[in-house]
């Protein structure tokens, strides 16, 4: 999960700082999630999806597996 939020927030150009702006989280804990040092909740996840306009499965799917 970790890896593809940081895969999708890159593939829009995102930086860290303005992911955490969108989704209303902290900064500190989007680096957090993104080093996949912490366990992140459906909430957080579903702030993501929508910071990020993507459907949720996204995050869950192999970077192959996008668009299918």
Do not use: M, W, Y
């Amino acid at each position: 999960i970790a890896t593809n939020i940081r895969r999708l927030r890159k593939n829009q150009e995102l930086t860290q700082e303005e992911l955490a702006h969108r989704a209303k989280l902290a900064l500190r804990h989007l680096q957090k999630i993104e080093a996949a040092e912490v366990n992140v909740t459906l909430d957080t996840l579903v702030k993501l999806a929508c910071a990020l306009n993507i459907d949720l499965i996204e995050f869950f799917l192999e970077p192959s597996q996008e668009g299918k």
